[in-house]
Nanobody, 120 residues
């Protein structure tokens, strides 16, 4: 089994910051790309940021470029999302997704999500 557990969500005022973490655990040979997604009420799930295991390259949604930063600690199987200058439109459930190599195959796993609310 593989588990992804997110943490760090909460309530923050506009202009504030939050740092999310996602820990991947279980029967893992290696972890490939890890991504953060978000879904606001009544909206489709959106890719926020992704980081590659091969070269550490990152990619961001246009709406968060310059405000969010994704990073990973391979020794701890952890990916972080630093979110700055948060705005009400950033309110959503944030979930991480990992592309995991195990038993010779690649699988996608999701965490349960953590709520981020930006409000005054």
């Amino acid at each position: 089994q593989v588990h992804l557990v997110e943490s760090g969500g909460g309530l923050v005022q506009p202009g504030g910051s939050l740092s999310l973490s996602c820990v991947v655990s279980g029967d893992i040979f290696s972890i490939n790309d890890i991504a953060w997604y978000r879904q606001a009420p009544g909206k489709q799930r959106q890719l926020v940021a992704v980081i590659s295991n091969n070269d550490g390259s990152t990619s961001y949604a246009d709406s968060v470029k310059g405000r969010f930063a994704i990073s990973r600690d391979n020794a701890k199987n952890t990916v972080n999302l630093q979110m700055n200058s948060l705005q009400p439109d950033d309110t959503a459930v944030y979930s991480c997704k990992a592309d995991v190599r195990r038993n010779g195959f690649n699988y996608l796993y999701w965490g349960q999500g953590t709520q981020v609310t930006v409000s005054s």
